[in-house]
């Protein structure tokens, strides 16, 4: 045997065999083989092994097993090796070597689930030879690929691949090397794998590899595979002990000192400190009878369960919630659960041991501290992580054939869990208000009481209280174990009958508590219970779903004349944390799976995976005529989701009622729907419609329900080709948004009712909102898309729109839908889809008008383009009730502007007179926006009325009118601009010199945008003549103090003859007016005292980076003081004056004796 690297820690118990006396020697054994005798593991009974393993194919001959061999694997299934040694004095070695051979495991599916995450697949295990699973489709060649890397697809190739070799079995001991082929960075190199295994069970391994990880390296599946696949080629010998014993001293001697020899540097020390042990009389070792023996087999004391590195786990774990929702960390955690899954599933005590480890890392996780510190919320996929948690430990607790001080053991540590402060609660910030999970719910006035006194419930809560749940109730053994368990005598109709009117086992259980049965029936790998009891749930829940719809039609007339309810239920079975429905649901379609195989036990092979394919399996015992699994789990899933129920507290509880509503859905929407799906379709709708308060689709609900909108969409749709009628009247009453809603209804009772809140304001605790009015918003295009070219219905969903929607961005988009359902490129426009979409816009357009809304532009935008396409009639509309849709700036800006356009009149083909009506009302509107707000509108007035003398005339005035009181400078100088543009210079002038009484230009404002309408209305006066230049200058000089802009005036009105472009072609006489008189020595003496003014205002905080700046300013006054005839000796005293009131700022006067002496 090669050499190996380090083996498995020595076993505890120590050999000494009995059947030794003094009159057998040693080397003799009864039925022994001799010393040192070896044999290949199958021995005779090698064709039945393989038999028994399912290596031989189909049809081909083989001989009956053996009685020996039969015995034998029971005993090596269930009993120790010490205890079949401690019952029998004298054990036969063939027994010994069929007990030691049937030891080892033989089934791949263990040594699969110990080396691989489940990547998605049913069995990751590969059909005999390794064929992998055949993709389809890029994304099945990727998950193929993924697959081909899991160390147990690696060790299958490298089985195939010849690499396994030196296999040795010795007693419960397995050995060999696994040759790992070259890469292309890396060499070659040799794994040595050792295995020990106990009562069908790998109970350690060890390999030179020194993989760190939670599951088995290739190198170790590839041995173990090799063990099962190829037994008959695996030496086997028994336990090293046995072979000791048929040795005599000189053979011993020599044994012992060529091991020395041969490990001398490993195991040099360790002999020599035994030698002196044993040669020492009062040595520890010699004080116990035997030594001990690691391929001896297991002791009784052992635990026998499969090799599990807790180590590993633990680090794994915590590596994982390190990294936070990064580097697929999530993902990891979640494969980590559904291994735990996997693991109940084969009732293996691992689950429930690596479900410890595993909580243990997550309650030690620091950000539970920290986050409880700072008042934050964990993220919502940790929290999904922590659901699973609890739902585990749930399974776990519930496990049917667990020993009481098993499940004590558990309940102990789920408390001290529980009682750590960081622990999550169960409906993320919000303590949970709900009873214990054994106890039914209260319905009626007094269910919704006060429950701020009770404790939080935790995610472990409902495990905790599971441990009080037993399995020992002879009424659910009954129906779990047999599928022949009825009553046909039985008359109790009371409310928690044990039987229906067919005989049919009922189970009345708080619902959710007993579909955590089922889901634990199913964990812990008994799928038939699981299916009974799912099937016992679902016959009561439809029993329950009867008499509530009686007791609704008994109090019907009372309920509906108050028209508001107080009868709800506290918890809601989707979104729950057990998740009841999707156990039901998921059982029952496991059960009616094509290719299922959960009830024949675990088989060595699948072949290649498929996709699922659920079918009408055969009806059960206990299901009407026609129908089947499959019909059974649409139906628990239409009842769930119809399921009227209050909207829970807290972020995280509502946004998981949607979560897990839509993924219900999702599972519904891969099912095929045929002719007997359909019935329970519209069984249900009818059901859910007539049911009252005990459904979320009855006409009067809570106000506070859970809102029906994303699964009347999937009714809708799934109804509509089969029962239009029965869709649109479910769709249209699930419209409702009664939380939004503020009071109730009178008398009439044909449409959906609006509930009075009990409590009022109390909908901003609803954080999902938003979500819940975008699917309400759904379901109404949803209708509108169906109903194109019904104008019966249209009408029906427009109503419901207008009645129900609250929010203008949802109404503003179905608006946009009706739209482009209506004008599809392919086909005619649908006038009355239009009409809808027009109306939903006008309410839009009302609804927005006095509140702040981003896209209100884009709105009135919209709405005109969308009268258009409906007809010239609803141009003509919106014009003359503008009042009632827009803001006069709107009116003017976007709507007549765009319906005065060419484009318009071109796409609705108008005659002339057509068009001159529309221009008329267009123009009315304009005058009319233009007296409500003549500073925004004015502008756009006189732009749509200069076709129109009179409107046009009409829009001046309204300007004039305004201008003294209501118009600021700039709206008026703009309005001139546009004159003076337009041919009407006088005008433009009249409006100019009304803009510059407004205006007030300061000393320092030398680059104020108005600067510029100043100076064209200047040039404006000039170009008009001396007389309207003399009027506007005392104006200019009023209102603007500024010295540069005074200066410039002056120098361009010196610069030509006023009115030298007169009107009416007129020229003047061309003399240039004179600054020594009016207006011009006005205009210069106004600039001269602004240039004295600015230059003393500059001087009193000026600093001497300034200085220059300055300098240059002086200069441009003296410009100005020089075009006065006496300007020298004004500038010269002026200069004097500041050398005298600044002579403190000695370097600025030397700058300016410097320059002006």
Not at 475 to 496: G, R
Request: with cysteine; charged share 20%.
């Amino acid at each position: 045997m090669a050499e190996r690297g380090q083996l498995p820690p020595a076993a505890k118990r120590l050999c000494c065999r009995p059947g030794y006396g003094s009159g057998c020697r040693p080397g003799q054994r009864a039925g022994g083989a001799g010393p040192g005798s070896g044999a290949l593991c199958a021995g005779p009974s090698s064709a039945a092994a393989a038999a028994a393993l399912g290596l031989l194919p189909l049809g081909k001959t083989q001989s009956p097993e053996s009685l020996l061999d039969i015995a034998a694997r029971k005993v090596a299934e269930k009993w120790p090796f010490q205890r079949v040694e401690e019952r029998f004095e004298r054990i036969p070695e063939p027994v010994q070597r069929r007990i030691v051979y049937w030891s080892f495991p033989r089934s791949e599916r263990e040594i699969c689930m110990y080396s691989s995450f489940n990547t998605g697949a049913e069995d990751p295990a590969a059909a005999p030879g390794g064929a992998a699973t055949a993709p389809g489709g890029a994304a099945d060649a990727v998950a193929a690929a993924d697959e081909n890397r899991l160390p147990f697809r690696r060790g299958i190739a490298l089985l195939d691949g010849g690499c396994v070799d030196n296999v040795l079995q010795v007693g419960f001991h397995l050995s060999g090397t696994v040759t790992e082929p070259a890469m292309q960075s890396e060499p070659e190199t040799v794994c040595n794998v050792a295995i020990s295994f106990d009562r069908c069970k790998i109970t350690s391994v060890t390999c030179s590899c020194g993989n760190k990880d939670i599951f088995y390296c290739a190198h170790v599946v590839a041995l173990s595979l090799y063990r099962i696949r190829k037994p008959d080629q695996v030496k086997l010998h028994l336990p090293i002990s046995e072979t000791l014993f048929q040795m005599n001293r000189d053979q011993l001697q020599k044994f012992v000192q060529y091991l020395i020899t041969v490990h001398h540097t490993e195991v040099l020390p360790t002999a020599q400190k035994l030698a002196d042990e044993i040669l020492s009389q009062n040595s520890e070792i010699n004080q116990v009878h035997g030594a001990p023996d690691p391929t001896a087999g297991a002791s009784i004391d052992d635990e026998n369960c499969w090799h599990l590195d807790e180590e590993q786990v633990q680090e794994q774990v915590k590596l994982f919630l390190s990294q936070g929702g990064y580097h697929g960390s999530g993902k990891q955690l979640n494969l980590l659960f559904a291994k735990v899954r996997e693991m109940l599933k084969m009732r293996d005590s691992n689950g429930a041991r690596m479900l410890t480890l595993i909580t243990e890392q997550f309650m030690a996780d620091p950000r539970l501290s920290l986050w409880r510190q700072q008042g934050t919320t964990m993220t919502d996929k940790y929290r999904q992580l922590w659901d699973e948690l609890g739902a585990l430990w749930m399974c776990i607790v519930l496990n049917p054939h667990c020993k009481l001080e098993q499940k004590a053991s558990w309940l102990k540590q789920l408390k001290k869990w529980n009682s750590v402060d960081v622990c999550p609660w169960e409906d993320g910030n919000h303590g949970n208000e709900l009873p214990n999970l054994t106890n039914a719910l209260p319905q009626g006035a007094n269910a919704n009481q006060d429950s701020s006194n009770r404790p939080h419930r935790t995610v472990f809560t409902r495990a905790i209280e599971a441990c009080d749940l037993h399995w020992q109730d002879s009424h659910l053994q009954h129906i779990i174990s047999s599928d022949l368990y009825t009553n046909y005598c039985y008359h109790d109709d009371t409310e928690n009958s044990l039987f229906d009117s067919h005989g049919w086992p009922l189970w009345h259980e708080h619902v959710p508590t007993a579909c955590a049965r089922v889901d634990a029936l199913r964990s812990h790998g008994y799928p038939r219970e699981a299916l009974r009891l799912a099937i016992a749930i679902v016959n009561t829940l439809r029993r329950q779903q009867q008499k509530q719809l009686e007791m609704f039609r008994a109090q019907k007339k009372e309920l509906l004349h108050r028209g508001v309810t107080s009868i709800t239920n506290l918890e809601g079975w989707v979104g729950h944390p057990l998740d009841p429905v999707g156990t039901l649901f998921s059982s029952l379609m496991e059960a009616c799976r094509v290719d299922d195989e959960s009830f024949h036990g675990f088989s060595d092979f699948t072949g290649k995976a498929k996709r699922p394919v659920y079918q009408h399996l055969p009806a059960h015992k206990f299901l009407e005529e026609g129908e089947s699994y499959l019909t059974l789990a649409v139906e628990v899933a239409l009842i769930g989701l119809g399921q009227q129920r209050i909207m829970p507290d807290g972020l995280y509880a509502q946004e998981k009622v949607c979560r897990n509503e839509e993924q219900l859905i999702s599972k519904l929407q891969e099912i095929e729907l045929d002719d007997t799906l359909v019935k329970i379709f519209r069984k249900q709708a009818v059901f859910l419609l007539e049911a009252g308060p005990y459904s979320g689709l009855g006409e009067v609900v809570h106000r506070e329900s859970v809102p029906m909108h994303t699964f009347a969409k999937y009714l809708f749709t799934s109804l509509l080709p089969h029962d239009a009628e029965l869709a649109y009247k479910t769709a249209l009453r699930a419209m409702r948004l009664l939380v939004l809603e503020s009071t109730a209804p009178s008398g009439d009772i044909s449409r959906p009712h609006h509930i009075a809140s009990v409590v009022p304001n109390r909908y901003p605790r609803w954080f999902t909102l938003s979500h819940i009015e975008s699917q309400q918003c759904e379901l109404a295009s949803t209708m509108l898309t169906a109903a194109k070219g019904d104008v019966r219905r249209l009408e029906t969903v427009l109503e419901s729109i207008q009645k129900n929607i609250h929010s203008s961005s949802h109404i503003f988009k179905l608006a946009q839908d009706a739209f482009k359902i209506a004008t599809l490129m392919d086909s005619l426009p649908d006038i009355t889809l239009l009409k809808v979409s027009l109306e939903l816009g006008l309410q839009v357009m009302r609804m927005t008008l006095s509140t702040l809304n981003w896209r209100r532009r884009e709105m009135v935008r919209w709405l005109v383009t969308c009268a258009t396409e409906v007809g010239v009639y609803a141009l003509d509309s919106i014009m003359q009730n503008w009042f009632t849709l827009f803001t006069p700036t709107e009116a003017t800006s976007i709507v007549a502007t765009t319906v005065m356009s060419n484009s318009t009149i071109v796409r609705l083909h108008l005659d002339c007179h057509q068009q001159e009506k529309l221009a008329g009302s267009a123009r009315t509107l304009a005058l009319q926006c233009a007296m409500k707000d003549p500073q925004n509108c004015a502008l756009s007035a006189l732009t749509l009325c200069e076709k129109d003398h009179i409107a046009f005339e009409t829009a001046y005035q309204i300007v004039l009118d305004a201008a003294t009181t209501g118009m600021s400078y700039s709206q008026l100088f703009t309005i001139a601009r546009y004159m003076e543009h337009r041919g009407y210079p006088m005008r433009a002038y009249k409006l100019a010199t009304l803009a510059m009484t407004h205006l007030n230009l300061s000393y320092n404002q030398d680059t104020h945008p108005a600067i510029n309408d100043v100076l064209w209305a200047c040039a404006l006066s000039h170009s008009l003549g001396k007389n309207e230049l003399a009027a506007i200058i005392p104006l200019v000089v009023k209102s603007v103090k500024c010295a540069t802009v005074l200066s410039d005036i002056l120098r361009r009105c010196t610069l030509t003859t006023p009115g030298m472009v007169g009107l009416h072609g007129r020229r003047n006489s061309g003399k240039l007016m004179s600054l020594d008189k009016a207006p011009l020595r006005q205009l210069l003496d106004a600039t001269i005292g602004a240039y004295i003014n600015t230059t003393h205002s500059r001087l009193t905080h000026i600093s001497p980076r300034h200085y220059s700046e300055f300098i240059e300013f002086l200069s441009k006054a003296r410009e100005t003081f020089l075009m006065a005839h006496d300007g020298h000796i004004q500038f010269t005293q002026f200069i004097d004056n500041l050398k005298q009131i600044y002579k403190g700022k000695k370097k600025l006067m030397m700058l300016v004796r410097e320059r002006f002496g």
